[in-house]
Nanobody
């Protein structure tokens, strides 16, 4: 079965950095767009950014643009989220998700999430 497993979350001071990883199994990883979402307490889940399956194109939400970078290693079936200049408001559970190539809209598979807490 498909599994997406996030890791790398934790507690960091404002201004610091973290790198999240998402290891995928059970799917043709290179044929999937990979997204990073986040959900802060009391808020809806939102897209932080995604990386396209074929050309590495990336898109970011406005509030993380310039601070977050998504990359992927298809040989390792892993997608990464490098987060720099972290702010208190980046505190959230971060999820990776996979969407089959060529489709838009809802993602097909989701990880269990990893907590990121930024102290002010």
């Amino acid at each position: 079965q498909v599994q997406l497993v996030e890791s790398g979350g934790g507690l960091v001071q404002a201004g610091g950095s973290l790198r999240l990883s998402c290891a995928a199994s059970g799917l043709a990883f290179s044929m999937y767009d990979m997204g990073w979402f986040r959900q802060a307490p009391g808020k809806e889940r939102e897209l932080a950014g995604f990386i396209r399956w074929n050309d590495g194109f990336t898109h970011y939400a406005e509030d993380v643009k310039g601070r977050f970078t998504i990359s992927r290693d298809n040989a390792k079936n892993t997608v990464y989220l490098q987060m720099n200049s972290l702010k208190f408001e980046d505190t959230a559970v971060y999820y990776c998700a996979a969407r089959k190539a060529g489709y838009s809209g809802d993602y097909d598979y989701w990880g269990q999430g990893t907590q990121v807490t930024v102290s002010s």
